[in-house]
């Protein structure tokens, strides 16, 4: 994994630009903290930056990395990893390509001068990259069909600004940290989910996954090259479990390549278990030293856990059963509470933009432990988006509610706003969401149930999914740790998009057809416990860090957001926590996290000098 970057103008010599130039690239080290790269065109007005995290063939997987065909030059620089990277390489040689490296970077650059922009659809990973194409003068760029890598960009007159995050493209002065009445929309209304391809800031763009784009004569043209279809699912019940267990074997096995060191997040859940139980016997069938794993708990959880619907029980207990069953060597990285609540400040810086709150603290805090002895990890995330985990699939009486089930409500968001801030804010979400379901691709035959299914199944893709694979990413990459999602394999994707729910619910519980895939390879334990989401602090301590804080922005009317927020709101979330009626984000921000959130909006605005323009 690494950050990507690029520059073209027009109108500039490039060469002019380089104090800009080194803080864009720069600002990226924490994404690439192994090496450092520049191009530039021999016209000097394409600049091409990179940072590279070392993973694959490190001596010489370079970049920007440069090849010549017919007289012609085509540059590259590339964010993630390629998972078939064999099988290209079989057939560019089978082609007469002849490769100067290991590493798959070479793979997919030569992948685009044998079949141009039609390259991405032979392509299996997680990736971002950019290619300038000296004979046609175009700069081709494609984000991977899931969204696991960012593809940011800023479009202006004369020239064109891209990167893997926005804190490189605000280092030029062409584009502005200016945030408008729909990007309020989106962080108060819609966060910490943003709009698919809306980056926020004022004319900040990402391209969406599965989409690629030209950049030409100052002409950018986009396009998708993968869209969810809907198919008649043609196995019955035996061959579908056989299908879901092969399609993750191949999709783990494939992304336990590594030339450096590589562990397994364990949390004690099913997702993160059949990763593990696959990487560990994938290790003991090549005669590797013991799996690691990793799991995160926090300081006196044990004394202060809460159930509830969303969390029935704790994962402590689970892990180590789990571990023990791997004979893995387990690490649990256990946070403190006060060094949570100040993370949540580094989290912000991390992402750009509005965070998870403690959700995303707590997972930088826990990478930046694993990254002192790992460079790449793999985790478990997106397992209930595709195959129904979550309760809102379960519950027919949100289920067809036309509504993001996570956020049922504006009411507990409006609370905290003084009256009159953002009056259509209810009618943005409203077309956001309409917006989404739109896009669900369904069959003639389908009945209501399996029609409400394909609709929740793109709700959760473009916005439960993506927050969380964005979370995931800024997370790791903020400390330089490479995290790989095997269940974001798009052929799971697609088989599971087209699974009847019976099938996907097998048995009537959520994710039944993953449970029953790997019923007796697994412990009893850990295939039908209930499902628990990732664990949050329960302590006082983070309470009142988080209540502390937000008495501190609402008390402060130099606070740059001071103008939009109620204190009484505020106030009322603080002395009364558990009045909240519906949550702000699914099971993931309750009242603890909302403060917190009101924490980080206020260290944003100023960390980024926002300018709210309404």
């Known amino acids: 994994m690494c950050g990507i970057a690029g520059w073209l103008d027009k109108y500039k010599d490039l060469s002019e630009y380089g104090t800009i130039i080194d803080a864009m690239t720069d600002s990226l080290a924490s994404r690439g903290p192994d090496d450092r790269g520049i191009f530039l065109s021999s016209s000097r007005d394409v600049c091409l930056m990179h940072r590279r995290l070392a993973v694959i063939d490190v001596e010489n997987g370079k970049q920007p990395m440069t090849r010549s065909m017919g007289g012609y030059s085509y540059t590259i620089v590339y964010n993630g990893e390629l998972y078939n990277t064999r099988e290209l390489k079989d057939e560019l040689l089978a082609l007469g390509c002849r490769f100067e490296t290991s590493c798959d970077t070479e793979v997919l650059l030569y992948s685009y001068i044998y079949f141009g922009e039609a390259c991405v659809e032979k392509l299996n990973g997680i990736f971002a990259f950019a290619v300038w194409d000296s004979k046609n003068r175009t700069l081709f760029a494609a984000r991977d069909r899931v969204g696991v890598k960012p593809f940011f960009y800023y479009e202006y007159s004369g020239g064109l600004i891209f990167s893997s995050e926005i804190k490189s493209m605000l280092k030029n002065p062409a584009v502005k940290p200016t945030i408008d009445e729909n990007g309020l929309y989106d962080i108060l209304f819609l966060g910490p989910a943003r709009t698919p391809g809306f980056g926020i800031f004022k004319n900040v763009c990402e391209l969406l996954p599965g989409e690629c ?38 999709s783990i096995n494939r992304q336990l390549v590594s ?53 029935p029980n704790s994962d402590a207990d689970y892990i180590g059963f789990m571990s023990d069953f791997l004979n893995s060597r387990h690490h649990n990285i256990v946070l403190s509470n006060r060094e949570l609540y ?36 793999l985790s478990g995330e997106c397992a209930d988006e595709l195959f129904g985990g979550y309760p809102w699939y379960h519950n027919k009486s949100i289920l067809f509610e036309e509504c993001f089930p996570w956020s049922r409500s504006t009411d507990i968001r409006r609370s905290i706003l003084k009256k009159g801030v953002l009056p259509k804010a209810e009618e943005y979400v409203r077309q956001r969401y309409n917006d989404t379901v739109a896009l669900a691709d369904k069959l003639s035959d389908d009945s209501p149930l399996e029609a409400r299914m394909r609709e929740m199944f793109i709700l959760n893709y473009y916005w439960f999914m993506q927050c969380l694979l964005e979370r995931k990413d800024r997370a790791s990459m903020y400390s330089g740790l490479e995290v790989r999602v095997p269940f974001c394999d798009y052929r799971i994707v697609e088989y599971a998009y087209n699974m009847p729910w019976e099938l996907k619910a097998l048995d009537g519980r959520e994710k039944g057809i993953l449970r029953t895939a790997f019923d007796g390879i697994m412990p009893d334990e850990i295939v039908w416990r209930k499902k628990s989401p990732y664990p949050k602090t329960f302590n006082p301590i983070y309470m009142k860090c988080v209540s502390d804080g937000a008495v501190d922005v609402i008390s402060n009317s130099q606070s740059p957001i001071a103008e939009l927020l109620d204190k009484n709101g505020i106030m009322e979330i603080i002395e009364h926590p558990d ?26 605005a100023k960390e980024y000098n926002i300018n709210i323009e309404l």
Not at 241 to 248: A, D, N, P, S, T
Not at 287 to 301: A, F, I
Not at 594 to 604: E, G, R
């Open 342 to 377: 100040n993370a949540l400040f580094d989290s912000v810086k991390s992402r750009d933009l509005m965070p998870m709150a403690d959700v995303d603290s707590s997972l930088l805090l826990f990478c930046r432990e694993v990254k002192k002895n790992f460079t790449v990890a």
């Open 213 to 250: 784009m030209t950049y030409k004569n100052n002409i950018l043209k986009k396009k998708k090259y993968f869209e969810i279809k809907a198919k008649p699912h043609t196995e019955n019940r035996s061959e579908t479990i056989e299908k879901v267990r092969e399609l993750l074997k191949d």
């Open 259 to 311: 030339d450096v060191p590589l562990c397994c997040f364990l949390s004690g859940g099913l997702d993160s278990s059949i990763i593990c139980t696959v990487a560990g016997e994938s290790y003991k069938a090549n005669g590797n030293k013991r799996l690691d794993t990793y799991s995160v708990d926090y300081e006196d959880n044990g004394k202060y856990f809460q159930k509830s619907l969303f969390q």
């Open 579 to 604: 009045n909240i009626s519906s949550p702000w984000y699914g099971q993931l921000m309750r009242a603890p996290q909302i403060l917190a959130y009101i924490v980080q909006l206020d260290f944003w």
